[in-house]
């Protein structure tokens, strides 16, 4: 089931040094995910996850990237407690690492088990363990912008590859709270719906560089040839794209977790990411 995350994981964690630790915690917890199988119950879902999902997410964390490892320990009782998926599919308010904890376990409960606990979106919050953090601006749930299955903000942006070498393919949102992916307007911010005011920070040559502005081609020097980063103006906010058409084998849930690079320059330049991603990036 999966097969292509676990591959391109791997290729991934080769190819990108700094992205290391956490593809290998994201490649533990496929193994999480994978060992549930068919198990999930159609009724209680929640609390079966709670009971039996959650304490595989910990011992894969445990052995991860210290930094989230240490927070686990320190939050202890705190971050495991019952309730925890009963407050994520809320969206009441969580710590990071309650919120990484519950998006590691709820990866394996269908949308239908959760959907019907969720109200709408509160005040911003710490949105992960990374940089980024929620927005209070967002549009509601059923706007362009936020998933038309489960109310969820946009985790990514990904472009599917184009006939025409000279026009972008058409451009799609990812969920972040389920699996769900819509088509959404190229010249729109997914976050306020802004329209025009858009920047476009293209890969950089190096992984220590600053991505630079435009849509220039890459060349042999690309670290992140089929990324990208596109921000509003208004609202200040952005989410990494994914260009397929420059990479078919790319996975856009997964390369999005190498661009910590990308994330951390625009945390610089003063903008915030739509939704940070499981590993708080």
């Known amino acids: 089931m999966y097969g292509r995350e676990r591959v391109r994981a791997g290729e991934l964690r080769d190819r990108y040094p700094h992205a290391a630790e956490v593809l290998g915690l994201y490649l533990a917890l496929v193994e999480v995910w994978e060992s549930v199988g068919d198990d999930v119950p159609a009724d209680g879902a929640l609390e079966w996850a709670e009971a039996n999902v959650l304490p595989r997410v910990l011992a894969a964390t445990a052995a991860g990237p210290r930094p989230l490892a240490d927070a686990i320990t320190a939050a202890g009782a705190a971050a495991t407690g019952t309730g925890l998926l009963d407050a994520w599919a809320a969206d009441e308010d969580l710590t990071p690492v309650e919120r990484y904890l ?164 625009l945390a610089g330049l003063g903008y915030t990411k739509i939704t940070p991603n499981l590993m708080g990036f």
């Open 102 to 265: 519950a998006r590691a376990t709820m990866h394996v409960v269908p949308p239908k088990a959760w959907t019907a606990r969720r109200k709408a979106p509160g005040p911003a919050r710490d949105d992960g363990p990374g940089p980024g953090s929620a927005r209070a601006d967002r549009p509601g749930p059923g706007s362009g912008g936020r998933c038309a299955a489960c109310g969820g903000a946009a985790q990514l942006s990904y472009r599917v590859a184009s006939e025409d070498p000279l026009v972008s393919g058409r451009r799609m949102l990812a969920c972040a709270k389920c699996p769900h992916e819509w088509n959404f307007s190229a010249t729109t911010c997914p976050n306020c719906g802004e329209t025009g005011k858009r920047t476009v920070h293209a890969e950089a040559h190096a992984a220590t560089e600053a991505p630079h502005v435009g849509r220039a081609a890459p060349d042999d020097r690309s670290v992140f040839p089929h990324l990208r980063a596109e921000s509003c103006q208004t609202c200040r906010s952005y989410l990494i794209d994914v260009d397929l058409g420059r990479d078919a084998r790319a996975v856009p849930r997964v390369d999005e977790l190498a661009a910590v690079p990308i994330d951390l320059h």
